[in-house]
């Protein structure tokens, strides 16, 4: 997709953000762009002080993102591009987290995506100038730390899933790509995604302001728009990695090398 202008854009999570960055910065290059989240004031405040449209929706809800793609081809009658950016990330020991707490983070993380693809992918196939579906992960997918352990679980299988549906769509044809941006440190609200958690959750997990961690200070943190260049960058690129942090990737090399080092170790007859 060499052209953004005159697009129409589905952000999930565009509220705030990585999403509101991305939103940001589609509509800057032309787009039109539709913004949804779970809390109807924040999406129709930040779509009023963006120029983007705001539709309320829950993307744990299937039912909520079927009706939102219904809407979005009512009043625009197609869909270019969706970004499927809604995600919630506190922290908390693996040993702590209750069914509850997974079911919870899953929901929004990875079924939220799942949703997404449901309601959008059949109207992005059907466009005959094709498509773009961003997917938002995190670093955590490459380099998981300790405390994030269902946050990355997540990821990692929005990322699998994000694979396999670019090649599937390379396979038959389709003029519909894929990207995944697996972004590092970002200044964003995450740190209070506990605030839309149902009561019935547990207390397994918790907000983290990863800002104000130990070694925040050692690490470039990049604004949400910074996020949303890198977003249009990979989309007019037909791109499948958008990458935020080029530094990192000493120690990914240093991941890859030590499982180079296992299969060596363990070589087949």
């Known amino acids: ?153 997540t990821k990692s299988a929005v990322h699998g899933l994000s694979e396999v549906l670019a090649m599937e769509l390379a396979e038959e044809g389709s003029r519909v790509k894929v990207t995944v941006m697996p972004p590092g440190p970002v200044r964003t609200d995450i740190r209070s995604s506990t605030r839309n958690r149902p009561t019935a959750a547990g207390s397994g997990l918790a907000d983290v302001d990863l800002e104000s961690a130990e070694d925040a200070a050692t690490l470039r943190w990049i604004s949400p728009r910074e996020a949303g260049q890198v977003v249009t960058e990979a989309i007019r690129a037909d791109a499948f990695l958008a990458l935020t942090h080029p530094e990192w990737i000493g120690q990914i090399e240093e991941r890859f090398t030590q499982t180079r080092a296992q299969f060596e170790r363990y070589p087949v007859a």
């Open 1 to 153: 997709m060499t052209e953004i202008a005159g697009r129409i854009a589905v952000v999930t999570g565009g509220s705030s953000g990585i999403g509101r960055g991305i939103a940001e910065q589609l509509i800057d290059e032309g787009a039109t762009v539709v913004i949804t989240g779970f809390d109807r004031d924040r999406v129709e405040t930040t779509a009023a002080e963006i120029g983007a449209v705001g539709l309320a929706a829950n993307v744990a809800d299937p039912v909520a993102m079927a009706d939102l793609a219904a809407e979005v081809m009512q009043r625009f009658g197609r869909v270019d591009i969706l970004v499927n950016n809604a995600g919630v990330g506190p922290a908390g020991r693996m040993v702590d987290l209750t069914l509850e707490d997974w079911r919870w983070i899953t929901d929004v993380n990875y079924f939220g995506v799942v949703h997404g693809l449901l309601a959008f992918l059949p109207l992005l196939r059907a466009n005959p100038d094709g498509g773009h579906i961003v997917n938002t992960t995190s670093m955590a997918t490459f380099l998981p730390l300790p405390g994030l352990g269902a946050y990355t679980a």
